[in-house]
């Protein structure tokens, strides 16, 4: 073939890998930080409808969140908060034991004989004598029948707890009819009963921190110092970490 020359133009053809563009991985990411602002807007959205106790609490986990230091910006504060979250669970331990004590056969008739209150302390559970004697034999440290189903009752629950127990007797101001026995020995030794019946029924060996005897000194109803009332043991679980409590309850 005669040459012309002329010199043809080089063709150079692209060819496109892969999947990019419109198929790329990019997507992918701007994706994911969407699912993550949706999530972080849930958690915001619930905090927000929350108790203020929750609101506390997380936010004490964000200030400190090794638990060690302290918490809302002062020890004194802190102290309040988880004092605050404590007695919350204290109620709900209380409805919970309400909730137990009424599948006791006697329920209605030990009803009113039954106060739990939540103290400084922790939940005070008081079970009050009557005239006759219900939870005790009238004049001596032996639980009767129902005395000993609530004890066991309460063993039951409250040695799931981690809490510790405080276990108290006490007396009315009628002198005890004995010259060696008396309310002292009488408050005491209830109290002991009472520990050796609800360790035996489900408390930890470990878990009561203190049995404690008052006589007549630390009346329910200082108005009435001889009424019925006064005569009662007293089963106090204690907040966590709570220090040994002295002198009389408040």
């Not at 964000?62 to 020890?75: E, R, V, Y």
């Not at 405080?166 to 010259?179: C, M, N, Q, V």
């Amino acid at each position: 073939m005669a040459d012309t020359g002329t010199t043809q133009p080089i063709i150079i053809v692209k060819k496109k890998g892969g999947h990019g563009g419109h198929h790329g991985g990019a997507w992918k990411v701007a994706y994911a930080d969407f699912v993550t602002a949706m999530m972080a807007l849930f958690i915001v959205l619930w905090l927000m409808s929350t108790s203020q106790e929750v609101k506390q609490a997380v936010g004490g986990y964000f200030l400190d969140p090794t638990g060690h230091g302290k918490q809302a910006g002062s020890a004194i504060a802190g102290q309040g908060e988880n004092l605050a979250i404590k007695k919350d669970d204290m109620k709900q331990l209380k409805t919970k034991l309400e909730q137990a004590i009424k599948e006791l056969p006697e329920f209605q008739k030990l009803e009113k004989n039954i106060k739990m209150t939540v103290t400084g302390e922790g939940l005070r559970i008081e079970l009050l004598e009557n005239d006759k004697g219900m939870f005790f034999e009238s004049g001596s440290p032996q639980p009767s029948s129902e005395g000993r189903d609530l004890l066991t009752k309460l063993a039951q629950q409250l040695g799931t707890l981690p809490n510790s127990i405080l276990i108290e007797g006490h007396t009315d101001a009628k002198a005890y009819p004995g010259a060696t026995y008396t309310n002292w020995e009488l408050s005491a030794d209830r109290a002991n009963a009472a520990r050796r019946i609800m360790q035996d029924e489900g408390l930890r060996t470990d878990q009561v921190s203190q049995v404690r005897g008052f006589a007549a000194q630390d009346l329910r109803d200082p108005a009435n110092p001889d009424d019925a009332s006064n005569r009662r043991i007293s089963v106090i679980v204690q907040y966590l970490n709570a220090k040994p409590v002295q002198g009389l309850r408040p």
